[in-house]
């Protein structure tokens, strides 16, 4: 496991700072010869920076980048539930009116929504530790 990765899921989880996460993963894509699914992990994360900013129509445009990565690299990959994260960001989605799709708004007009964390679930008992470590430790 490399630890970008964790950290990645760590930031992502815990921490819920979605640029860190981008850090992270970018590093990671470029070493490893930039795999789509490691692409789309990058857009998803973005694409929640930007809807909790306010950037509603640029989450969106992003997330419809990053969801076909996603879906073509199956249901699980990395050590995640890939399937579950692309649904969970789906029904994040759905929660935003229409009428704000095309539209930056207040960061705190989005937090009237109360939309639920994205959470990845991890799979990889390898990673999963990483990140329970990184916890405990207070991080």
């Not at 989450?59 to 076909?68: E, K, L, N, Q, V």
């Not at 989005?110 to 991890?122: D, F, G, K, Y």
Request: glycine share 6%; net charge positive.
């Amino acid at each position: 496991m490399d630890q970008r990765l964790g950290d990645f899921v760590y930031d992502f989880n815990e921490r819920r700072d979605y640029f860190a996460c981008h850090e992270h993963l970018e590093s990671l894509w470029l070493d490893s010869g930039r795999p789509e699914v490691l692409k789309g992990l990058i857009q998803a994360a973005v694409c929640l920076y930007h809807l909790e900013s306010g950037n509603v129509r640029g989450a969106i445009r992003m997330w419809s980048r990053g969801r076909p990565r996603l879906e073509a690299a199956g249901p699980t990959a990395c050590g995640l539930d890939i399937e579950r994260l692309a649904r969970d960001v789906c029904r994040t989605f759905a929660q935003v009116p229409e009428k704000w799709r095309t539209k930056t708004l207040p960061p705190s007009q989005v937090q009237t929504l109360h939309l639920p964390p994205v959470r990845l679930r991890i799979l990889d008992p390898e990673l999963e530790a990483y990140v329970n470590r990184r916890k405990q430790a207070g991080e």
